[in-house]
């Protein structure tokens, strides 16, 4: 069974830092494409970064963009996100994504597999 387990939220200061880990067991990140959405308080689901390790393939949503990083670590089969400038409109529950046919898009609907999600705040 594909599982992922996401973890490393918490709450921050704005303009500090955090990295949430996405670890993911029964598929191989080589063979998916791993993506990240957050989920803020009353509002819908929004799209924050991707993955393609494979094809050495990144997007941002622009809201991000020059503020965090994806990584991937294949030994690890772990999926990291560094937050850095973390700001109060960052708050939201942070969740990983799988997705069999490595579209790699910011469409939640192409994604098979769903983390349980990590909480982060950022308090101003």
């Known amino acids: 069974d594909v599982q992922l387990q996401a973890s490393g939220g918490g709450l921050v200061q704005a303009g500090g830092s955090l990295r949430l880990s996405c670890a993911a067991s029964?598929?191989?990140?080589?063979?998916?494409?791993i993506a990240w959405f957050r989920q803020a308080p009353g509002e819908g689901r929004e799209a924050v970064s991707c993955i393609s390790s494979s094809e050495g393939y990144t997007d941002y949503a622009d809201s991000v963009k020059g503020r965090f990083t994806i990584s991937s670590d294949n030994a690890k089969n772990t999926v990291y996100l560094h937050m850095n400038r973390l700001e109060p409109e960052d708050t939201a529950v942070y969740y990983c994504?799988?997705?069999?046919?490595?579209?790699?898009?910011?469409?939640?609907?192409?994604?098979?597999?769903w983390g349980q999600g990590t909480l982060v705040t950022v308090s101003s």
């Open positions: 029964g598929l191989l990140l080589d063979d998916y494409a």
């Open positions: 994504a799988a997705d069999r046919h490595k579209l790699a898009t910011f469409v939640a609907e192409t994604y098979d597999y």
